[in-house]
């Protein structure tokens, strides 16, 4: 079983950038796709960008493309999101998980385990 810990949240303002980064132990890096998820105040939990196992195959949602970007570093167990351009609309909890399975996607239910979130915060 992993254990995921996020860190790199804050309170920035619109067209600043942040960097998430999401701690893993307890398995070994390699073995999990893993994704990014985003919890506004009052709505959905939703997808924000999906990684494999090798880091060759990622998949982005459309409000984030070309501004955030998905990685991961299997050497140190950490798994990374480069925000840019950030805007109002990204204000949410961002929440990293990861699957055992081969691939994760954009739907919650395909991932296994959940940190407990970092609070990021764009002001206008």
């Known amino acids: 079983q992993v254990q995921l810990v996020e860190s790199g949240g804050g309170l920035v303002q619109a067209g600043g950038s942040l960097r998430l980064s999401c701690a893993a132990s307890g398995g070994t890096s390699s073995s999990y796709a893993m994704g990014w998820f985003r919890q506004a105040a009052g709505k959905e939990r939703e997808f924000v960008s999906a990684i494999s196992r090798n880091g060759e195959s990622i998949y982005d949602a459309d409000s984030v493309k070309g501004r955030f970007t998905i990685s991961r570093d299997n050497a140190k167990k950490t798994l990374y999101l480069q925000m840019n351009s950030l805007k109002p609309e990204d204000t949410a909890v961002y929440f990293c998980?990861?699957?055992?399975?081969?691939w994760g996607g954009g739907i919650a239910g395909g991932y296994d385990y959940w940190g407990q979130g970092t609070q990021v915060t764009v002001s206008s």
């Open positions: 998980a990861a699957t055992r399975s081969r």
